[in-house]
């Protein structure tokens, strides 16, 4: 019998979770777009951005998802020849170099693997290597989605100070923004890629691009840049439509307004990333706990280095593939699938997957998830400790 009848939950790490009240500022007629109130939204989105970024920076607005923005990203910084290091800590890492590479950028990657954080001391001693300063930018994803890694940005902006090198640091925070804590002005971030549907609750299709002034500068010698991704007009727009290259996205921008209006002014940004690392340490212990039997483990082992956004674990011998299938189709949970843990076709490919807890999630949310996991896991006679749900729950309730 299935139990699969009712409300779906999507505990996939993006889109996530979107508030009712976004998708109700969405659902109205089309505005003017040339004059009048989506002017003045516009205006007020943009200066929020800044605010949810910690950033007095300039902010470009996409129509796009994640992966535009790595291209708005190459297409400004970079002409063809030039370097970047990529500091990779999983799959979209990767993605983001071989974007680059695609567009005419060498790429020298250093590779910190699918378990453990970016070395700041490894990032400092390739700077130091590069003493014709080839490298123009260091490539940083905050959060890698796929292995639920969170890297130190304000340690690896340190690096390139202690090597005295003037690379940009450009910092892919596409999985973090709104979870975890992110200070653009304080870390010495010159650019980072975000987009709407994730910590920001909105649905796919915008994404943005915070650029230092020092990166305002290096643009001007790009000659990656086309008229689409060029971010000149996009900051600095002397006509509302340059904004967007375009049309705006106007019901997007709604569902923005409403979104950063939740976020910054009635919940707040540290209670925001408060919340989030709450029901992270609540999805770590479930997960600690089953894995006292069996094969059942989180891929990141030290929690200063673990996403407050979602959560990548392995159960072995192709449960978590099973188990994601069983809570599907039996109590209409949707768990995210394992991204670059392992080859598709091999012997382990069925045993990775990812819970998400970002964006409009809370308490009873997150433990209805992990309860149906556990639910799954005695169905399906996977071996786990006992306990996972009262250990989650204990969290909860010292936080609460």
Known sequence: MSLAH?????AIPGPSVMPERVLAAMHRSAPNIYEGDLVDLTAQVVADLRRVAMSTSHVAIYITNGHGTWEASVANLFSRGDKVLSLQTGRFGQGWAAHAAAMGVTVEAL?????TPVDPARVEAALRADRGHEIKVVFLTHVDTATS???DVAAVRAALDA???PALLAVDCIASLA???FRFDDWGV????AASQKGLMVPPGLGFVWVSDKAVAAAHKADLRTPYWDWGPRLAPEFY?????GTAPTHHLFGMAESLKMILDEEGLAQVWARHRALARAVAAAFETWGEAGEIALNVADPASRAASVTAARIGNGGAQRLRTWCEQSAGVTLGIGLGMAEPGSATAGDFLRVAHMGHVNAHMTLGVLAVMEAGMQALAIPHGAGGIQAAAAVIAAEA
């Open 241 to 245: 439509y340059q904004h967007f290259c």
């Open 163 to 165: 090597a005295g090198h």
């Open 149 to 151: 890694i969170r890297n």
């Open 111 to 115: 590779d910190f693997g699918l378990k």
């Open 6 to 10: 009712g409300r779906s939950y999507l």
């Open 190 to 193: 010159d650019v980072m890629l």
């Open 179 to 181: 979870c975890d804590e």
